[in-house]
């Protein structure tokens, strides 16, 4: 079945590093892809998304392309901030279907 | 802008016992789903629920789930009998019939004692 794997944290980085979160999925046919960002105490809310192959979805300086060669949506950030702190989940969604698939998150830290 | 509700924040409950969250979807949207998380564990898929159905559901959504859309605004996620097990976040969702993307409520956590 249709799956995301992401990379283990926590990741732990100091202000203005540069950051990577690896996404990858299995899924049949074209999935719509998406990064959610879960900060502390909080629900989940929709930080970028890509619905074909190509796309680059961004906000708040976060990127990630979506790559189906690789099938991969790695999230990047060029100058992370404290207020990043957060988990960030890469999920995708199939075309058709009815549910999202979460991966399993990735904890980041960020030092002052 | 609008958004997804969920009430209550945080619900205490005796283990056996029914409990009912309640959720708020945004007006227009027409697909409604539930998802839990387990403490610092993934988000996981409970069930779709589209035009007054259910169109999919997981394995964990057993005889002890239900869902409901009773008026035009509230849908509801009933576990009859809780267990120690259910205890975890319940997030609700819902997106528009064109839409791409979910949009979550802040979500209920559940605490079964």
């Known amino acids: 079945g249709d799956s995301v794997t992401q990379m283990e944290g926590p990741v732990t980085l100091s202000e203005e590093a540069f950051l990577t979160i690896n996404c990858t999925y299995t899924?049949?046919?074209?999935?719509?892809l998406f990064w959610y960002v879960q900060y502390p105490g909080e629900g989940l809310q929709l930080l970028l998304k890509a619905t074909k192959a190509d796309d680059k979805g961004s906000n708040k300086g976060f990127e990630a392309t979506y790559r189906k060669e690789t099938t991969s949506f790695h999230l990047e950030k060029g100058s992370v901030q404290v207020s990043d702190s957060a988990v960030y989940f890469c999920a995708l969604r199939n075309t058709g279907g009815f549910k999202t698939i979460f991966g399993a998150g990735t904890r980041l830290f960020v030092k002052a | 802008e609008p958004e997804v509700t969920q009430t209550p924040s945080h619900q205490v409950t005796q283990m056996g016992q029914e409990v009912i969250l309640r959720c708020v979807p945004i007006s227009n949207h027409l697909y409604f789903y539930w998802y839990r998380q387990i403490l610092g564990q993934k988000v996981e898929f409970l069930v779709s629920?589209?035009?007054?159905?259910?169109?999919?559901k997981s394995e964990i959504f057993d005889d002890q789930f239900s869902v409901e859309r009773p008026d035009g605004s509230n849908f509801t996620l009933k576990i009859r009998s809780t267990k120690l097990e259910d205890s975890a976040m319940y997030f609700c969702?819902?997106?528009?019939?064109?839409?791409?993307?979910?949009?979550f409520g802040p979500g209920t956590r559940l605490t079964v004692l």
């Open positions: 969702a819902s997106r528009g019939v064109e839409g791409h993307v979910e949009f």
């Open positions: 899924a049949t046919g074209y999935p719509s």
């Open positions: 629920f589209y035009n007054n159905e259910i169109s999919e």
